[in-house]
């Protein structure tokens, strides 16, 4: 299998390319040669320059991209929705339109934020691949819009959402909540931390790897990839400070979420089920406190079954 890999400098981006370039990893996923592109490649929002970039235009059905360029900033989404049009809907769609053409499958990186924010406790159950969206954010809306195009492109494609993703110190130039909270922690620091919002804590390395799967067994449709159980930004933080020896009693204080001034709306309850996962046959991802550990050890390892 080729794979192309797009948004090769973010958080995903660089956890993919760790994995690849771990001795003998590549070839477990089927991986037989690998394009990795960025921003200083070409604007992938240009969809004339995405349908003349020899790497796409080369592309066959033996070909999988992997699309982990998205525009991310949630908070800015709301006071530049072209931008967060631009990068979640258009390079999605531009991608798509590119496979539809050549026959390679796309797998496209979405988020929880397309499902309703809800209020405190309206939501007890995961989210599943088939419940029906409705974001309550600008950003959420241009994920939702970026699905939607790579659906009605007739492209081969899969699409996976996934949430919370962190990676701490094994990429330490990513900056995230684990990261952020980690060197609270480290300096004796205090956190104020909201306490009404949970969801499905992922370490980028685990996404990184369930996608690979995905690539090595590409199935179209809508899937959920995140790390197993579930918490709340307030729960993710103590672990933390747990983790390095600070004490989260004294040093962390919960507030709900009307308490801590944000211009996007956050999803209350945005724990991501993978039945349409387990369906085809993978297995989950490992529990978001064995992530932690890795992620503040700067261990990049991950489990691959029958070694």
Known sequence: MRLVITGKNGQLGSALRMLLDQE?????????????????????T??????DH???????SDTVLLNAAAFTAVDHAETDPAAALAGNEDIPANLAAVCAT??????????????????????????????QIGPSSLYGESKARGERAVRASGARAAIARTAWVYSGDTLP????????????????????????QVGSPTYAIDLAHGLLMLAHQPQPGTVHIVGS????????????????????????????????????????????????????????LPHWTHGLKRALAGDSQVHLEGK
Not at 24 to 44: F, I, Q, S, W
Not at 177 to 193: E, H
Request: proline share 7%.
């Open 173 to 196: 130039e990513h900056k995230d909540f684990v990261s952020t909270m980690a060197a609270k922690a480290r300096a004796g620091q205090p956190a104020i931390v909201v306490d009404d």
């Open 229 to 284: 159980g579930q918490a709340s930004w307030y729960e993710l933080a103590r672990a933390v400070y747990d983790a390095l020896g600070a004490n989260p009693d004294e040093l962390i204080k919960p507030v709900p979420s009307h308490a801590y001034s944000q211009l996007a709306i956050r999803p209350q309850y945005s724990v991501l089920g993978t039945d349409t996962w387990r369906a085809a046959g993978h297995p989950d």
């Open 102 to 131: 050549t026959g390679a499958f796309l797998i496209h990186v979405s988020t929880d934020y397309v499902f309703p924010a809800g209020s405190p406790g309206h939501r007890t159950s995961p989210w599943q691949a088939h419940d």
């Open 24 to 44: 003998g990893l590549a070839e477990h996923y089927g991986v037989t040669h690998v394009d990795y592109l960025g921003r200083e490649d070409l604007d992938l």
């Open 54 to 60: 020899p790497i796409f235009s080369q592309m066959d």
């Open 46 to 51: 240009d969809k004339k320059q995405v349908l």
